[in-house]
């Protein structure tokens, strides 16, 4: 979808935002008078999230990974061997 706006807010929303489905760099290309906001990995975009939200939601990720890991090495400890294989 293509929508008007100016160099200054495609500057600004290139800095600020990220792609809401994938949090990746977003890119404002001009053609005819028209904007197009686009992510290398999705493609034409409509909805994108502050890049301040995707770099929370990557550390709280990693946290999680790290608490999942932990979690799996207990686990798998309290499993006797000659039930694993």
């Known amino acids: 979808m293509s929508e008007q706006m100016t160099v200054k807010e495609a500057m600004r929303l290139m800095r600020d935002y990220v792609c809401s489905q994938c949090w990746g760099q977003i890119v404002v290309t001009f053609r005819h008078g028209e904007s197009t906001v686009t992510c290398d990995k999705c493609g034409v975009i409509t909805t994108y999230v502050t890049r301040k939200y995707a770099d929370r939601r990557r ?27």
């Open 59 to 85: 550390q709280d990720s990693v946290f999680e990974l790290w608490e999942a890991r932990d979690n799996l090495k207990s686990f798998i400890k309290s499993i006797p061997k000659e039930d694993i294989f």
